[in-house]
């Protein structure tokens, strides 16, 4: 009894691979095939190349944050006193409960940090920003912030002075060694009531956090000095607290908040911008379901290819199944001629998605330079330069979207091959 071959043997590639070779008489199918082949590799570079920008955006916004920013902060509540009267709410043992927050498991360090809006000049030219007020040791913790490859000056150097962002420097036409003025509505107490308190102080250090809010609207001033600017004598308006892993900051609000005591309160980075990064995870999912819509109409080119192939292959059908081929053994040729189209295809296409995402920055400088300019806004999208970051996750993803989608739009065309009467095909021949 002669044994029945065994599925996917040698001569069904053979025979799916001789299909889909160029032939003279049968060009439509050959130009279908390379039509569907550049498809797949289109939507899947696509797919790719928007993955790998998607995660790299977000992994810089919030490199950005948890760089230059406390991963959480512990605050007092505004108190009541008397005749309806509110006293803002401070921190009047600041060095004790910093110690405190700093002995907690997980916890890095703590910081004691004076907070203060002011108006910020030079010659003509004026600017609105927060000024932060902490130790030297602290502001060198900061990696953002003390990132000798883009800041200028001495960070040794800011004691004597105040450190500002790039943005601020530049909007004021500020350098290293110029003195600007700061203008707090909060000033002294006269017989005439509040006045403005104006002082001026030397820039020694300008920063570039990579944030394009943060670097024009951020200023570091030593505690003392601004402990005395913004009369927060021997008290701070918060802790700010940094951990070891930031993506688990919620874990340590209830012990935060034990340890703070009565009153407190905690505001953690995802408080601030959890909302943003929501926003960004719902648009990487809708991207995501979009690019395979594109994905699948690429991928149904390979059924209008091998429906024309089907057609012409009738008369080679017939032969093949007088000469003893089975439904199942026509139905695996036709499946890998259409497997073929969309593996290639697929390997073609992350070739592509990997190059773009190796070199987006050079190809965003191209489109910068083709467009004059304005490409990438840093003042709406936050951060510099379109980042891209390849995950194992997000190529894994979308090759198994492309090979599933290749593989599922081969079956009907090769069914109908498979079903096809071997004596109506060869009726007319």
């Known amino acids: 009894m002669p044994m029945t071959p065994r599925p996917f043997s040698r001569y069904e590639f053979l025979i799916a691979w001789r299909y889909l070779r160029a032939r003279r008489a049968e060009g439509g199918v050959s130009v279908m095939t390379w039509i569907s082949l550049i498809g797949?590799?289109?939507?899947?570079?696509?797919?790719?190349?928007?993955?790998?920008?998607?995660?790299?955006?977000?992994?810089?916004?919030?490199?950005?944050?948890?760089?230059?920013?406390?991963?959480?902060?512990?605050?007092?509540?505004?108190?009541?006193?008397?005749?309806?009267?509110?006293?803002?709410?401070?921190?009047?043992?600041?060095?004790?409960?910093?110690?405190k927050i700093a002995a907690l498991p997980g916890v890095t360090r703590a910081t004691p940090v004076v907070r203060g809006q002011v108006m910020v000049t030079n010659n003509d030219r004026s600017n609105v920003a927060e000024v932060y007020g902490l130790t030297l040791d602290a502001l060198k913790a900061i990696p953002r912030v003390n990132d000798p490859a883009v800041a200028q000056g001495n960070i040794e150097d800011f004691d004597k002075g105040i450190a500002i962002g790039s943005g601020i420097a530049r909007e004021l036409g500020v350098n290293l060694g110029d003195r600007i003025r700061l203008i707090s509505p909060d000033g002294a107490q006269?017989?005439?009531?509040?006045?403005?308190?104006?002082?001026?102080?030397?820039?020694?250090?300008?920063?570039?956090?990579?944030r394009y809010?943060?670097?024009?609207?951020?200023?570091?001033?030593?505690?003392?000095?601004?402990?005395?600017?913004?009369?927060?004598?021997?008290?701070?308006?918060?802790?700010?607290?940094?951990?070891?892993?930031?993506?688990?900051?919620?874990?340590?609000?209830l012990p935060l908040l034990q340890a703070a005591g009565d009153?407190?309160?905690?505001?953690?980075?995802?408080?601030?911008?959890?909302s943003f990064l929501r926003a960004l995870d719902i648009e990487d999912d809708v991207m995501f379901v979009i690019l395979a819509v594109l994905v699948l109409i690429a991928t149904m080119n390979i059924t209008s290819g091998?429906?024309?192939?089907?057609?012409?292959?009738?008369?080679?059908?017939?032969?093949?199944?007088?000469?003893?081929?089975?439904?199942?053994?026509?139905?695996?040729?036709?499946?890998?001629?259409?497997?073929?189209?969309?593996?290639?295809?697929t390997i073609a296409g992350v070739v592509l998605g990997v190059l773009?995402?190796?070199?987006?920055?050079?190809?965003?400088a191209f489109v910068n330079w083709i467009s004059g300019g304005g490409a990438w806004d840093p003042s709406i999208r936050g951060i510099y330069e379109l980042p891209a970051k390849l995950q194992a996750w997000d190529?894994?993803?979308?090759?198994?979207?492309?090979?599933?989608?290749?593989?599922?739009?081969?079956?009907?065309?090769?069914?109908?091959?498979?079903?096809?009467?071997?004596?109506?095909?060869?009726?007319y021949e």
Request: glycine letters at 8%; charged letters at 20%; aromatic letters at 10%.
């Open 263 to 274: 009153g407190a309160q905690v505001w953690t980075w995802r408080d601030s911008s959890g």
């Open 213 to 253: 809010d943060i670097d024009r609207t951020r200023i570091y001033m030593p505690l003392a000095e601004a402990q005395s600017y913004f009369n927060r004598e021997d008290v701070a308006d918060e802790i700010e607290v940094y951990v070891g892993d930031p993506e688990r900051i919620d874990d340590w609000t």
């Open 190 to 210: 006269t017989p005439m009531g509040v006045t403005p308190r104006i002082n001026a102080y030397e820039v020694t250090y300008i920063f570039t956090a990579g």
């Open 40 to 99: 797949v590799a289109l939507g899947v570079a696509a797919l790719i190349a928007t993955l790998a920008v998607r995660a790299g955006f977000r992994a810089e916004f919030v490199d950005t944050i948890l760089g230059a920013n406390a991963h959480t902060t512990v605050y007092q509540l505004p108190m009541q006193i008397a005749d309806g009267v509110t006293a803002p709410g401070v921190i009047s043992d600041y060095d004790a409960l910093a110690a």
């Open 306 to 345: 091998l429906i024309m192939l089907v057609k012409n292959k009738g008369r080679d059908i017939g032969i093949l199944r007088t000469m003893g081929l089975t439904e199942g053994a026509v139905m695996r040729v036709f499946f890998l001629c259409g497997a073929f189209t969309g593996i290639i295809g």
């Open 356 to 364: 773009f995402a190796l070199n987006v920055s050079s190809i965003m």
């Open 395 to 427: 190529l894994f993803r979308a090759v198994a979207l492309a090979l599933f989608l290749s593989f599922v739009v081969t079956i009907f065309p090769a069914r109908r091959a498979a079903r096809m009467n071997p004596v109506e095909a060869l009726r």
